[in-house]
């Protein structure tokens, strides 16, 4: 198996095994250093890097990602059409920033916690048309997802969506406090090539109710239905 895997790094061109190389030992390294805020093992696959991007394309630019570690979803992104200078690049260990920074010099990395995102002035003007997270969230305190994801849909585009992963079934954000939000997701996709197995959801904003109703408790719970469906 590991000899197999090998193979398949020697085939690659040398630069791109090189980096795959130098991306793996850091992400050891943070790990060994902070097991929890990594939240995984390895980065991540390429077939999750795919699966985590397919709804993005050139229009969707610019791009926020969050917890871009050694940029295994932020080449999926470049493939999918989006230039580097289209990408902002959250990441809050030094060294994934700086090799963040090494491998995308024309994207804009900022090192920082995710969930203090809001007292800093990154996405100015265009509104984002998509985000990409790679965060831990299970790990996160839920006041930090949900200072993460109001961040983000303040500066989203009506419509846009934010991309989560997650190693477990289900949302890392409960519905209620999804709903609390004002804010929906559906299972995008699983895939068993990763270590281990992982699902993305995909979060958007819930369509504003038809009628907005002020009334009776009946008439309210309507309005609740309509929103939540
Ligand atoms: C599970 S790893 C994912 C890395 C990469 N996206 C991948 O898929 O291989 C989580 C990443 O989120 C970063 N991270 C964790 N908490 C963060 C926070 N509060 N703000 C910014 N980055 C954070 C970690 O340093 C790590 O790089």
Redesign the pocket.
Known sequence: MAHTHMLKLERRQPQEAYSVHRGRLT?AQ?WMA?PL????VA??SRR??RLIASEITPASAPVLE?????G??TRSLLGRGLREDQLIL????PR?ACLLEHDYPDAWVVQ????RLSRLNIVDGELLGAVVS???LLS?AMR?RIAILQFAFRHMRPGASFYQ?TYGLRCPVPRPVLERLGLKAARLGSTWLNTPPATVCRIRARRKPQFQVSGSAAETDLVVQQSVR
């Open positions: 992400f943070s902070h805020r990594v939240g995984a980065p991540s999750l890097a969050l917890g871009a570690g050694t295994v979803f959250v990441e809050c260990d994934f920082v916690d995710a969930a790679g965060l831990p996160m930090s992963f």
